[in-house]
């Protein structure tokens, strides 16, 4: 099955700075990467994702960029807000199908006013 | 866009009894859902695929005959944690997508809080 690691697992950053979170994925045959924002006690909320055949997806402050040869993507997250602190998870398609992932092991990040 | 629901979003139960947290997709038809389990601190860790009018289908070292699993409609899933311990206490959540051709959107529950006591 597949297997996803996700760095750092924390993440503290100044308010305006950029914050960015890298993931490798296992199974070479994935081809949709969502990353997820979780808070405190709530449902992961998608924030972004990308398909395989794109190399770089961005809307707004949020980035992700794709590497396929090398099996990592990462989150982009420009002008950081405190708003934006919160879990962050990227995940990768389980053996069997889309409607089912692989969740890395998280970030949390902490944008410091 | 796409709702799914779960209920309740939070439970106390004693030792040893059972706990029953139900999953609904309340805009589309689902044959099959998921369960996830989130310890403090964690990630999500998906347990078990839902089938409507079928078995579940287990992820490696989850017990199927401690969560029991009943996909008995298209909208509707329910996870039973039976004979709960304080070790069960978890963030449970379900998901499900709308059938190819409406995007590959995963929609998650709102989660169900278990505290066994």
């Known amino acids: 099955g597949e297997n996803v690691e996700q760095h750092p697992s924390t993440l503290s950053v100044q308010e305006g700075d950029s914050a960015v979170i890298k993931c490798t994925y296992s199974?070479?045959?994935?081809?949709?990467f969502p990353w997820y924002k979780q808070e405190l006690g709530k449902r992961p909320q998608l924030i972004i994702d990308?398909?395989?055949?794109?190399g770089e997806k961005k809307d707004q402050r949020i980035a992700v960029t794709l590497n396929k040869t090398a099996k990592h993507f990462s989150l982009h997250i420009t002008e950081t807000q405190p708003e934006d602190s919160a879990v962050y998870f990227c995940?990768?398609?389980?053996?069997?199908?889309?409607?089912?992932?692989?969740f890395g092991t998280g970030t949390k990040l902490q944008v410091i006013p | 866009g796409a709702v799914v629901s779960q209920h309740p979003s939070w439970v106390i139960c004693k030792s040893g009894t059972s706990v029953k947290i139900e999953c609904r997709s309340l805009?589309?038809?689902?044959?099959?859902m998921f369960w996830y389990r989130q310890f403090p601190k964690q990630s999500l860790m998906l347990m078990a695929t839902?089938?409507?009018?079928?078995?579940?289908?287990?992820e490696q070292g989850v017990e199927k005959d401690k969560f029991l699993i009943n996909h008995a409609s298209l909208t509707l899933s329910t996870l039973t944690v039976t004979s709960a311990h304080p070790e069960d206490s978890s963030f449970y959540i379900c998901?499900?997508?709308?059938?190819?051709?409406?995007?590959?959107?995963?929609?998650f529950g709102e989660g169900s809080w278990l505290t066994v006591v």
């Open positions: 998901s499900a997508s709308p059938p190819r051709g409406r995007g590959n959107t995963i929609y």
């Open positions: 199974d070479s045959a994935s081809n949709y």
């Open positions: 990308i398909r395989s055949n794109v």
């Open positions: 995940a990768a398609p389980a053996a069997g199908g889309y409607q089912k992932v692989t």
């Open positions: 805009d589309f038809q689902a044959t099959t």
């Open positions: 839902s089938n409507e009018g079928s078995k579940a289908t287990y």
